[in-house]
């Protein structure tokens, strides 16, 4: 069955440092995948989107990078500062070719401690 | 632009009660989704609607249903309440065309809170 998993697990990191989040995937040939921030009692805020012929994408300090064939995005946030403190979710469509509707994963705590 | 409006945002309701919670799109977006979020579940897709149909569904009972408008708006309504059925409701709109990507973008949510 086709499964999103990210680490259930709170991440938590010093301020300055770089802070990476993991996103693995099964039984998924996604043509994107995508980054969302959630902050509590709120909705997601979409953050980045790479596709399957990128291998990196980067805006301001946050960089993705996307390889199919270990089926696995990872997202790193450097200089990292407690207002980044949040859950971040990947998400991704099930198959490339035409419109699919994304699926979330869980998602990843991330605690930036000063 | 404005972003995606939801209301009430806040909803106190008691078993067996029914529930009809709104949201207004981005203006110009024509897809609208219903998600589900409680702790530890992470988003649950409800339902998908585009252009006044319903095209995607998830995996959630019949008490749970959903409507669009001609200007896009739409509501999701829950019937028959149950305690379970506490949770942050979640919409978002997107405006996706074929070969497009799937970009939500989330309004602020209603926190139901089922007594």
């Known amino acids: 069955s086709q499964k999103i998993e990210q680490n259930s697990e709170a991440l938590n990191i010093q301020e300055g440092k770089t802070a990476t989040l993991t996103c693995n995937y099964t039984?998924?040939?996604?043509?994107?995948l995508q980054w969302y921030r959630q902050d509590p009692g709120r909705g997601p805020v979409f953050l980045l989107l790479?596709?399957?012929?990128?291998k990196e994408k980067r805006k301001e300090r946050l960089k993705v990078t996307f390889d199919t064939t270990l089926k696995q995005s990872l997202f790193h946030i450097t200089a990292s500062q407690p207002a980044d403190s949040a859950t971040y979710l990947c998400?991704?469509?099930?198959?490339?070719?035409?419109?699919?509707?994304?699926?979330f994963g869980t998602g990843t705590k991330l605690q930036v401690i000063p | 632009k404005a972003g995606v409006t939801q209301t009430p945002r806040y909803l106190i309701k008691t078993r067996g009660q029914q529930v009809t919670l709104s949201c207004s799109p981005i203006s110009g977006h024509r897809s609208v989704s219903w998600y589900q979020q409680t702790p530890g579940q992470g988003l649950q897709f409800l339902f998908e609607y585009f252009s006044e149909t319903q095209r995607n569904k998830g995996n959630f009972p019949g008490r749970f249903s959903g409507r669009q408008f001609s200007n896009s708006r739409s509501e999701m309504n829950v019937s028959t309440l149950e305690l379970g059925d506490s949770a942050l409701y979640l919409c978002?709109?997107?405006?996706?065309?074929?070969?497009?990507?799937?970009?939500?973008?989330f309004g602020p949510g209603t926190r139901l809170t089922v007594l």
């Open positions: 790479i596709r399957e012929n990128e």
């Open positions: 998400a991704l469509p099930p198959n490339s070719g035409g419109y699919q509707k994304v699926t």
């Open positions: 978002a709109s997107s405006s996706p065309r074929t070969g497009e990507t799937d970009t939500q973008y």
């Open positions: 039984n998924y040939s996604p043509a994107y």
